[in-house]
């Protein structure tokens, strides 16, 4: 059974950083692409960042040269290390991993940037 726990969330003043931790287990996320995605209140779920199999990454425009996404087999753990955070990068904060056809979702950790 797939299983995807994030962690790291939290409060933090403008300019600040974290970083995120998503958890697997039930596989090992070596060769599976993984993504981190946002959902603001009153917004749709949005792609932050990805990174294939392969160790490519790709990043939204908003969290470009401010957010970088990681992944350190050895933990089963994929990071998004955030900083100079905006009041706007508030939301809950998902990981996902896809195995051929299928994707699953972590339940999310919340994100506060406070002005």
């Known amino acids: 059974q797939v299983q995807l726990v994030e962690s790291g969330g939290g409060l933090v003043q403008i300019g600040g950083s974290l970083r995120l931790s998503c958890e697997a287990s039930?596989?090992?996320?070596?060769?599976?692409?993984m993504g981190w995605y946002r959902q603001a209140p009153g917004k749709q779920r949005e792609l932050v960042a990805v990174?294939?199999?392969?160790?490519?990454?790709n990043y939204a425009d908003s969290v470009k040269g401010r957010f970088t996404i990681s992944r350190d087999n050895a933990e089963n753990t994929v990071y998004l290390q955030m900083n100079s955070l905006r009041p706007e990068d508030t939301a809950v904060y998902y990981c996902?991993?896809?195995?051929?056809?299928?994707?699953?979702w972590g339940r999310g950790t919340q994100v506060t940037v406070s002005s």
């Open positions: 039930g596989i090992s996320i070596s060769i599976f692409p």
């Open positions: 990174l294939t199999g392969g160790g490519r990454t």
């Open positions: 996902k991993i896809t195995i051929g056809l299928l994707d699953f």
